[in-house]
Every structure is written in structure tokens, then in C-alpha cells.
């Protein structure tokens, strides 16, 4: 999705009252918009992969931020953080699974840790947990 559409996702939630939506939605414009002026400082757009791999940061701040108030005992807070990931993850790429990820393995030439990831990097960010594929990638090698 595009920094204009999560734009319009949060009119219609600040239209519908829904606090924690608003409150996901403004994290990730947020989070597009910095890296938007950061990529054109350098000359680059910001790419859907960059995106996903926003969405996948956003989601794990907020989870680590939801466990330290589930420590704390702040069940009001734990369960905004649920509804913020939740909004999150709707908009998250469905991620490969480890068949998938093995298969795509097994086609290349080159099966280097370093190629491997390279490779993932390049044409898969944002669809694959990298820590999936560096595991994997040492069951094969």
C-alpha cells in the first residue's frame, strides 16, 4: 500500500470512531513518511518491500511494547496494543513458508550464506522472516 492509502484507511477509521486503528495508522504514516524523506535525501523511492518491512517493524515494536504492559499489569494498555497489531497485521504480506522458502533454495546456483541471503534481501523483503531463511539455509548447506 501506498503512503495516500493508509492516509485514506485512516479517515474512514477517525469517520468510525476506532481510536486504536487511528492510533496503528498513524504509526505506520509516520514510520512511511520518515522513510520517504530519508530515501529521497539519497535519490530513492521507497519501494512496497520497503513498506512490508515497515509494517513487520511496526508490528514487532508494538508486541514488545504490549509485553511490557502485560508485565506491568496495565490491561487497558494491553489491550489497545492487541487492536494496534491486529489493525497491523491485515495489511501485512502473507510471508512464505518454509516449504516455499526451501524450494526457492534449492533453486539457486549459488547456495552461500551470504548469496542465499543476498537473494532474499533483494527479491523477497518484506514476504520472508530472514531469520526463517538463515536457519533454513544452514539445514541445506
Known sequence: MTLE???KEKIEAMKQKDKDKVSALNVIITKIM??????RASGLEVTEGD????LQKAEKELTEEREGFIKAGREENVV?????IEVI???LPKL????????IISTLEDRSMPS??????????????????SALAKAQN
Open 34 to 39: 520518515a522513510l520517504t524523506i530519508e530515501r
Open 51 to 54: 513498506v512490508d518491512s515497515l
Open 80 to 84: 489497545s496494543l492487541t487492536n494496534q
Open 96 to 103: 512464505l513458508s518454509e516449504d516455499e522458502i526451501k524450494e
Open 5 to 7: 492509502q493508509f492516509k
Open 89 to 91: 497485521k491485515k495489511y
Open 116 to 133: 542465499i541471503m543476498k537473494h532474499f534481501k533483494q527479491n523477497y523483503q518484506g514476504k520472508v522472516d530472514m531469520r526463517v531463511v
